[in-house]
């Protein structure tokens, strides 16, 4: 079973995750977080403390687009911390979030505050991972690659965190 308060404690802030990258990522990292727009409709406190406790890496171009503007967000909202953690550092929760049985990020795990798991979400929109199942076998992954930098510069984040309210809000089950 996974210690998630454990988790949540060795997690890096995004300062420090973005300091601890390759330097050769950490330039896109801050662009995307320093342009990060985040709408009014998104500014809203949730009515309970929430942790999205996030599993990544910052060579992925997914994550790279979806993790600045979720720390943006944590940011700006009270009620909403954010804490990443290498996904090749924990293999045991990349595991426990397999996609289709393939070790994709970013996953945020939405916690509440006493670190019960609500849900989670990613690797990325689902619009977007529906697009990308339906052209894998059929477009060069290159060529994929740059459709799907397109839609993430159309959508500036607003997808994921629209998806990601929706699972924060999400009670499950004891």
Known sequence: MLELAELWEQGLDFVAFVAGAAPQHRGLWDAVYR?????EWALTPPS???RLLVLAEDWCGDAVNIVPVLAKWAAS???????????DEHPEVMNRY???GARS???VIVLDREFRELGHWGPRPAELQAWVMAHKDTMPKEERYKEVRRWYARD???TTLREVLGVMAHEQAA
Do not use: F
């Open 156 to 158: 500036r984040g607003e």
């Open 48 to 50: 309970r403390e929430r």
């Open 77 to 87: 909202v009270p009620g909403i911390s954010l804490r990443i953690i290498r996904r």
């Open 98 to 100: 397999l996609t289709r």
């Open 105 to 107: 990020i970013p996953i």
């Open 35 to 39: 342009t990060a727009r985040l709408p």
